[in-house]
């Protein structure tokens, strides 16, 4: 059994909000699908590290020289984590929004197209559309009164350069489909989720990628979803690139990472450049690149990002991932098995493919409502929208057709936009968490949506929505003082 008590801090794990059912009363998180707290470890290992913190790869002084050290061994860490094998380049980013968009950057330069899947993050789907989309429409310098006529080229290049693949009957990818367009198309690279962000199906991708490499095209994988949850190995499970965020894996501390084949990326100038990333710029003005990791690592990099990092996936393999995997799926079905009793909730996720998402909407309440409802009177913390998969929040609501939508958002308006609710579990939760959440939704669903918040709905956008129900009367402030977040 896994004790969250053991693994944060306590402050994390309490940290008190006031609730206007029950009180003040500990906050529960259940949205680490989109942001997990520091495991304790972690804040400890950062602590200590800027104890000797010094100029990463840039001074010959002691803390440099630490700094440095640290920060390279963070690489060996994760690879060894993830299964990479020595050819392997460990670069870090900001996020998996940044890697994705490095990648895209590299392979625009690359004859052929992407294949990107219908459940993809649009993250791991609009990145590839725009430096495709530039490339197609031909890279040249324009005026700035053609640029919006120029975007739209742009969006209409890159979509016919970049080809999606969806689910069969099974709601499983279907492989026969995505070999038609290996087959069809030159695929240079094709863009695939470990897990989902909305359902938590875990593909095979083992089978996916065998498939991609018959056919000579690169397998990117967002693995956002999944590291943290299950086990991996890129070698193994034949990975070409792999793409994480430190904040999805209890290390957010802005670091994030693309794990990719050296002999690649040695092909390339670096996405960014400037100082820290190469050796000497000559009289001519030639300038010339490191043969190594070090080529993308412009300016000074964000090293408390990955040291965080190594140290969250070092505490991980610790614990053991099938340990993990185990805990979290306990509690996603004890959560899953509680809402199914509810006539008036909908639960949108497969049974025998649950992971630790679950989706779900209580019929004739408004998402945001309840997402909002959660926060306001019980300090249940939900995420509640659309989650960047349009295609797939369509599919679960059954809606064919959009036009009102977009018209009301090319006249400045913010319109309704279709979602659902999502409750997401990790270690940091437990059993009570799982149960007071059952119990919250049990009372909503009862309650059902009152005329008053029918007309906040109307007239507020999602944003504006949330603030007016988790901070009443100015409490969003009082909290942030009370804490001295602000002054």
């Not at 989902?196 to 990628?209: A, D, F, M, R």
């Not at 009862?446 to 007239?459: F, L, N, P, R, Y």
């Not at 944003?463 to 003082?481: I, K």
Request: proline share 3%; glycine share 8%; net charge negative.
């Amino acid at each position: 059994m896994i004790d969250p008590t053991a693994l944060f801090s306590e402050k994390i794990l309490n940290f008190s909000v006031h609730t206007s059912r029950h009180g003040a009363r500990s906050y529960i998180n259940l949205d680490s699908a989109a942001t997990t707290p520091p495991l304790r470890i972690v804040e400890n290992r950062v602590k200590s590290f800027l104890e000797t913190y010094g100029s990463v790869h840039r001074g010959a002084g002691t803390k440099s020289t630490l700094s440095t050290d640290i920060f390279e061994h963070s690489r060996r860490s994760i690879g060894k984590f993830i299964g990479a094998d020595s050819n392997t380049y460990i670069l870090f980013t900001n996020n998996t929004t940044v890697g994705m968009n490095t990648l895209a950057h590299y392979f625009s330069q690359i004859q052929g197209k992407i294949a990107v899947s219908k459940i993809e993050h649009s993250s791991s789907w609009l990145p590839w559309i725009v430096a495709e989309g530039h490339r197609s429409a031909g890279n040249q310098q324009r005026k700035i009164s053609e640029l919006a006529t120029y975007n739209s080229l742009v969006q209409e290049s890159g979509r016919k350069q970049v080809m999606r693949y969806g689910l069969n009957d099974q709601s499983e990818f279907d492989l026969a489909a995505i070999e038609v367009i290996l087959r069809e198309n030159q695929i240079k690279a094709l863009v695939l989720t470990a897990s989902s962000n909305l359902t938590g199906y875990v593909p095979e991708i083992k089978s996916i990628t065998s498939l991609a490499r018959n056919y000579g095209a690169y397998v990117v994988v967002d693995g956002c979803q999944f590291i943290q949850h299950h086990p991996v190995n890129m070698k193994e499970m034949g990975i070409d690139f792999l793409v994480a965020s430190g904040h999805k894996f209890y290390a957010p501390y802005g670091g994030g990472f693309i794990a990719g084949p050296k002999d690649f990326f040695d092909l390339f100038l670096p996405y960014q450049i400037g100082g820290g990333n190469l050796p000497y710029i000559d009289i001519a003005e030639n300038f010339y690149t490191y043969s190594s990791e070090r080529a993308h690592d412009p300016g000074t990099p964000n090293a408390v990002g990955a040291i965080s990092m190594a140290a969250a996936l070092e505490e991980l393999e610790i614990i053991g991932i099938s340990n993990i995997e185990t805990y979290e799926r306990t509690l996603a079905l004890r959560a899953l098995n509680g809402l199914a009793k509810n006539p008036r909730v909908k639960v949108l996720a497969d049974e025998t493919r649950l992971t630790t998402v679950l989706p779900f909407i209580i019929q004739g309440i408004n998402h945001n409502e309840v997402a909002a409802r959660l926060n306001d009177e019980y300090g249940i913390g939900v995420r509640a929208g659309s989650f960047c998969v349009f295609d797939s929040i369509r599919a679960l609501l059954g809606i064919e057709n959009d036009r009102d939508i977009v018209t009301e958002l090319q006249s400045g308006k913010f319109p309704e936009i279709p979602g659902i609710i999502r409750a997401s579990f990790s270690i940091a939760n437990t059993h009570d968490d799982v149960d007071a959440f059952v119990a919250a939704i049990t009372e909503i669903a009862e309650d059902g949506w009152t005329s008053a918040s029918q007309e906040v709905t109307k007239t507020k956008t999602p944003d504006t929505l949330s603030r007016s129900y988790n901070y009443r009367e100015g409490n969003q402030d009082g909290v942030c003082r009370s804490r001295g977040l602000i002054t």
